[in-house]
């Protein structure tokens, strides 16, 4: 039997009720770890291994009690995908493969345990914590959470976990919480995992969310005190479709987990929120997506849909092609059918694949099959192969247009033109006409425009970690010191990839702010997830 393991350290393994067997583990390979043999035998029903972790295992983050809400308890949380899980567990750790699992947790005392799997929602004086996930799910999904945390209930069959500090918080900002999986259902069929809770992690957690089934893993950075950034619960529970019951095949089929789990997300917030809510969110992404292509350049081939990550790490993967080029391949497939065929297309590519994986070449070859049905017009017009085996954006991309999002790209034209930021009519915008604006003043802004604007917006101090993200790169860019000092706290306190990214390469680009950015990066990162420090060394050249 051959699993995956890195870094962990075997200290036996024996078959069944104990019969000892011999193993062995190769040299390891960068990032993939080593490939772990355990010879069995014929009629081998079990495999006990006693192993150990590193303490600086990848998927695993442990922190001290400064690190959290509280300050009191020290707190661990793990992060397997894409190919993490071996480090803290031996198994084999591709998408395609699933299994169910049981597990006993023995924690201290006065914390609690979660798991991707059946949880209680109470505190066990014992501090032992036994799961149970029926349901086959792949490596990737494995997760555990160990911290002083409290639950509260949002409705039937789903709740919040936080810290004690974080619970009233977290509770009033995902209110909708049960309308968001009532509206998914409505749209593609049961929830198939039973409960649905949110977990809301450390500032250190390095992504946004991550759908571990039954219970999604998000960052504190969405508690925005407006209900704001909620899309982002609609994206990692829409994954309990697409990813966690039908899921990307190899890393290589990404775009099947994201680029529907975007498409649905969408139209989860649409349901709720309306069309011109979603609207928004879908024209800022489009804006993402056109940098990146940008970025990439139109002829690379990490800008296809299928990606080729042969000998790469597939992290290299994430990026807004598989998001966001996955999602407008999808909407462009709505929109030239229908959305009535389209959704009974996707509700039974669902109920057919369920608990299965899937890859890019059978995934066309249904929608060939029970889409396109041999109408070779339609097939033109799809133009699938453009999309999921061509570069950069194809003609029939959906154009979008947002009637809010227009208001501040006008407000930003004006501004830019020379009307003072006082003038400016933005009492009705959200978060996200923030950002639009704010993107749309692009390198124009020299000091007494920064002054301006912060003096009558307040973007320095603002509490809104998309708002901040995208103010600093400005400040940055235009050397407004001002903001420098709130700037260094927000990436001292925050671990969230999609957010040091941008800030550190923006300092990246002078001499002068490489050293900041360095001198920063020193102090903050102890405190980072592997995961964004994996990156941010490579974007600083920072030798270990
Ligand atoms: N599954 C991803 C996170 C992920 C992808 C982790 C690949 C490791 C490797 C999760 O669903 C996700 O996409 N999170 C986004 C938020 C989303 C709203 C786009 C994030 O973390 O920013
Ligand atoms: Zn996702």
């Keep these: 039997?051959?699993?995956?393991?890195?870094?962990?350290?075997?200290?036996?393994?024996?078959?069944?009720?104990?019969?000892?067997?011999?193993?062995?583990?190769?040299?390891?390979?960068?990032?993939?770890?080593?490939?772990?043999?355990?010879?069995?035998?014929?009629?081998?029903?079990?495999?006990?291994?006693?192993?150990?972790?590193?303490?600086?295992?990848?998927?695993?983050?442990?922190?001290?009690p400064s690190q959290t809400a509280g300050g009191k308890k020290p707190f661990l949380f793990t992060q397997s995908q894409a190919i993490l899980a071996r480090t803290w567990i031996p198994l084999q750790d591709s998408p395609g493969i699933k299994f169910t699992y049981n597990a006993t947790i023995k924690c201290p005392n006065d914390l609690m345990a979660l798991m991707s799997a059946e949880n209680d929602t109470t505190i066990h004086a014992d501090g032992i914590y036994k799961f149970k996930m029926p349901q086959p799910i792949s490596s990737y999904l494995m997760a555990l959470s160990v911290g002083d945390l409290q639950f509260r209930s949002l409705g039937d069959n789903c709740g919040v976990f936080a810290e004690p500090s974080m619970i009233d918080k977290s509770a009033w900002e995902f209110a909708d919480l049960k309308k968001m999986i009532t509206s998914a259902e409505e749209l593609y069929g049961p929830y198939a995992w039973g409960r649905y809770d949110v977990l809301v992690l450390p500032p250190s957690f390095p992504f946004g969310g991550m759908e571990n089934p039954r219970i999604t893993f998000a960052t504190p950075t969405i508690i925005a005190g407006d209900r704001s950034l909620v899309a982002l619960v609609a994206h990692e529970l829409a994954h309990s479709w697409s990813g966690n019951l039908v899921t990307n095949a190899t890393w290589n089929d990404f775009w099947l987990n994201e680029g529907f789990t975007v498409y649905f997300e969408t139209r989860i917030m649409e349901k709720i929120y309306g069309k011109a809510y979603a609207d928004m969110l879908t024209l800022l992404s489009l804006g993402e997506l056109k940098e990146t292509i940008d970025a990439m350049g139109d002829t690379s081939k990490d800008t296809h849909l299928y990606l080729d990550l042969a000998g790469r790490d597939p992290d290299e993967g994430v990026s807004d092609i598989a998001y966001e080029k996955g999602r407008f391949f999808l909407t462009s497939i709505e929109m030239a059918i229908g959305r009535e065929r389209w959704d009974a297309f996707v509700n039974n590519y669902f109920s057919t694949y369920a608990f299965q994986s899937m890859d890019t070449k059978s995934f066309l070859e249904y929608l060939e099959k029970?889409?396109?049905?041999?109408?070779?017009?339609?097939?033109?017009?799809?133009?699938?192969?453009?999309?999921?085996?061509?570069?950069?954006?194809?003609?029939?991309?959906?154009?979008?247009?947002?009637?809010?999002?227009?208001?501040?790209?006008?407000?930003?034209?004006?501004?830019?033109?020379?009307?003072?930021?006082?003038?400016?009519?933005?009492?009705?915008?959200?978060?996200?006409?923030?950002?639009?604006?704010?993107?749309?003043?692009?390198?124009?802004?020299?000091?007494?425009?920064?002054?301006?604007?912060?003096?009558?917006?307040?973007?320095?101090?603002?509490?809104?970690?998309?708002?901040?993200?995208?103010?600093?790169?400005?400040?940055?860019?235009?050397?407004?010191?001002?903001?420098?000092?709130?700037?260094e706290k927000f990436l001292l306190h925050v671990g969230r990839r999609k957010f040091l990214k941008p800030i550190y390469s923006e300092l990246a680009k002078t001499p002068s702010g490489l050293e900041r950015g360095r001198a920063i990066y020193k102090k903050a990162r102890p405190g980072y997830h592997a995961v964004a420090t994996q990156t941010i060394d490579a974007i600083l050249k920072w030798e270990l």
């Design 370 to 487: 029970e889409l396109i049905k041999g109408d070779s017009k339609l097939r033109e017009q799809i133009n699938a192969n453009a999309w999921v085996y061509g570069p950069g954006l194809p003609a029939n991309c959906p154009v979008i247009t947002s009637v809010e999002l227009e208001k501040a790209g006008k407000a930003a034209a004006d501004f830019k033109s020379g009307n003072p930021a006082k003038s400016l009519n933005t009492s009705e915008w959200t978060t996200h006409h923030w950002m639009y604006f704010l993107r749309n003043l692009n390198d124009s802004l020299d000091l007494k425009k920064m002054t301006e604007l912060d003096a009558t917006f307040n973007f320095t101090n603002s509490g809104n970690s998309e708002i901040q993200c995208e103010w600093y790169q400005h400040a940055i860019a235009s050397n407004y010191e001002v903001a420098f000092p709130a700037m």
């Design 1 to 64: 039997m051959i699993l995956d393991s890195r870094d962990l350290s075997i200290k036996g393994v024996s078959l069944d009720n104990g019969i000892a067997t011999s193993f062995s583990i190769a040299d390891p390979i960068e990032f993939m770890g080593s490939k772990f043999t355990i010879q069995i035998q014929p009629g081998t029903q079990k495999v006990n291994i006693t192993y150990a972790t590193s303490p600086d295992a990848a998927a695993l983050q442990w922190l001290d």
